[in-house]
């Protein structure tokens, strides 16, 4: 019942800049940590970034930390990806991932990933 839905991938030019959200549906009681992870076809998923319940906390790899920008906006179930300055390295499947406790009697939090939005960077 709950998922994750990615949206904002599509094709764009060196050095351009793209939006990704991802939100999260269904009968939620909380949502923890939430994050970005990308794929190649081959290799394995790498950490993209990470942010906190309250947005105060953020991780980033190394290779996209101050081109990449990680936000949420609680009341919108949402996390962002801002992503500036893409090169082709980082062409890729960008899946979403979040820790959320559903809204049932006693229920545990358990981890979500949504299906993925492709990025495509052209050089």
């Known amino acids: 019942q709950v998922q994750l839905v990615e949206s904002g991938g599509g094709l764009v030019q060196a050095g351009g800049s793209l939006r990704l959200s991802c939100a999260a549906s269904g009968s939620i009681s909380s949502i923890n940590d939430m994050g970005w992870y990308r794929q190649v076809p081959g290799k394995q998923r790498e950490l993209v970034a990470t942010i906190s319940s309250g947005g105060s906390i953020t991780h980033y790899a190394d290779t996209v930390k101050g081109r990449f920008t990680i936000s949420r906006d609680n009341a919108r179930n949402t996390v962002y990806l801002q992503m500036n300055s893409l090169e082709p390295v980082d062409t890729a499947v960008y899946y979403c991932?979040?820790?959320?406790?559903?809204?049932?009697?006693?229920?545990?939090?358990?981890?979500?990933w949504g299906q993925g939005t492709q990025v495509t960077v052209a050089s």
């Open positions: 991932n979040a820790e959320i406790r559903p809204a049932r009697f006693l229920s545990l939090a358990n981890l979500y």
